[in-house]
């Protein structure tokens, strides 16, 4: 299941064996990649980036400008990837609305080729189970196994086999001793498998995506291994709820050291961000991860 989105605006894109090309000032992999969003992925020695998503296995590029994406067809990616990459918004004015504040201005600039992605949503909340107290590298590891353990074959690309991601309902029959010993969840072994079956007996379904953000998030903290970091992060990145801002050890020192001066409970900084970027939070929230992350703002220095 995925959100649903309005109708698309064509695109002037150029399209030659399943290689379309398109042209976008705010659209660069290595920054829509690596902020922490997605762990299906790998990149390339030739700088792209390799994801599996709805069952495809796709390659994406940069090259000044241009950006280039392989092994689709032109169906395919109206269809799946012009929502998945959030074609419709346009991220210009949204750099441009964000940028009236200093600080934002240079998170923006640092990542300027960020864009949300909306993502399948079981993936996305297994995934996020996953990640909590978790590392990047680690989290990746976790769902290319399980991809792999109980996902479909795709084909291999590059000389690497590709699996998609499992349903809930496959998941759901996964024995517990197996996703910690072999895909390395540690605790989240039972979560894991207790979230599968609710999803699968139709926890989640289509009317919750006319929830508000609220009450969804609440919904969702009912799963085992979901609590509020982890919903807003399921909230942002597959129900496309950009009011969010998910709080995690990075946001939460860099909304400190960049904005509010001190050390302040977890609460306070969504609070605070909801009060201060509102309805563009989701944005403020992948800008400064990334900015914040990347220039290790906020994080002490051992002596």
């Known amino acids: 299941m995925r959100y649903k989105f309005k109708e698309k605006q064509k695109l002037n894109i150029k399209v030659e064996n399943n290689i379309l090309e398109f042209e976008s000032d705010s659209f660069t992999p290595k920054d ?3 902020c922490g969003q997605a762990f299906n992925f790998s990149k390339e020695e030739d700088g792209s980036y390799t994801f599996v998503a709805f069952e495809k296995i796709v390659n994406v590029s940069d090259e000044s400008g241009k950006i280039m994406i392989k092994n ?3 169906d395919d990616f109206y269809r799946y990837f012009y929502d998945f990459f959030d074609l419709g918004v346009d991220y210009k004015e949204v750099k441009k609305s964000l ?3 200093e600080t934002l201005k240079k998170a923006c600039d640092y990542g300027n080729g960020i864009r ?3 993502q399948e949503i079981f993936e996305t909340i297994i995934s996020f189970i996953i990640s909590a107290n978790n590392q990047i590298p680690r989290i990746k590891n976790s769902v290319r196994i399980i991809s792999k ?4 074959f795709l084909g291999n690309f590059n000389g690497i086999d590709y699996y998609s991601f499992p349903d809930a309902q496959t998941l759901s029959k996964a024995k517990v001793q197996d996703l910690r010993e072999y895909a390395k969840v540690g605790f989240r072994d039972e979560r894991i498998v207790e979230t599968s079956k609710m999803i699968a007996e139709g926890f989640i379904n ?3 995506l006319k929830l508000n953000t609220e009450n969804l998030r609440e919904k969702l ?3 085992p291994g979901v609590g509020p970091k982890v919903a807003d992060c399921i909230l942002l990145f597959s129900f496309h709820r950009r009011e969010v801002y998910p709080v995690d050890v990075w946001i939460k020192r860099v909304t400190e050291t960049l904005y509010i ?3 302040v409970p977890k609460k306070r900084i969504s609070n605070f961000a909801q009060n201060i970027f509102g309805d563009f939070s989701g944005y403020v929230n992948q800008y400064l991860f990334y900015y914040g992350r990347e220039n290790k703002i906020g994080k002490k220095v051992e002596k």
Request: proline share 0%; no cysteine.
């Open 32 to 34: 829509i990649f690596e």
């Open 72 to 74: 689709i067809s032109e």
């Open 99 to 101: 940028s009236k504040d």
């Open 116 to 118: 949300i992605l909306n």
């Open 149 to 152: 353990m109980y996902g479909k």
């Open 206 to 208: 289509e009317n919750d």
């Open 221 to 223: 903290q009912k799963l």
């Open 261 to 263: 001066g001190q050390e």
